[in-house]
């Protein structure tokens, strides 16, 4: 799976999910890779899908590895970065963009994890990380480290 954030300091673009995975949240922008494309392709397809945004740079800048003990599922997520892009966000029947201040990102309306990883996402640190679910909502554990 891919997810894209659109960062422009002091602001960043997020997107609340009308349906689909993570429905009535806050996220980034991204989804399943599809058989013959690339993971950066797949970023690309999924941010203008949703956003009507075109990537004009993608960075990785981490890996979350989700798993979820009631069901056995595990996830894992290409985290980029998109600092330049072209077109004018549009809402879209899966996601309604909104930019937020740093200091007023809706970490409640988000997924758990995201308050743990977003930070050095801002300080310019890649990461790789693993979150351990109960279900989709609760969070049993994790562990987040800086990679070079």
């Known amino acids: 799976m891919t997810l894209c954030i659109i960062y422009q300091h002091p602001r960043i673009l997020l997107g609340y999910k009308k349906r689909g995975f993570w429905v009535g949240c806050w996220a980034g922008f991204g989804g399943k890779v599809e058989e013959g494309e690339t993971i950066e392709e797949s970023a690309k397809r999924e ?23 009631n069901s056995g599922e595990r996830l894992k997520v290409h985290v980029f970065k998109v600092t330049d892009f072209s077109g004018e966000e549009k809402e879209t029947d899966e996601m309604k963009p909104q930019w937020f201040f740093i200091d007023e990102i809706p970490f409640k309306g988000m997924w758990p994890d995201s308050v743990y990883w977003m930070p050095l996402f801002f300080a310019g640190r890649k990461f790789q990380a693993q979150f351990i679910f109960a279900d989709y909502e609760t969070l049993l554990d994790r562990e987040v480290r800086i990679v070079d």
């Not at 941010?47 to 960075?59: H, M, V, W």
């Open 47 to 69: 941010l203008k899908e949703e956003s009507g945004l075109s990537a004009t740079d993608l960075q990785k800048v981490g890996e979350l590895n989700f798993e979820f003990k």
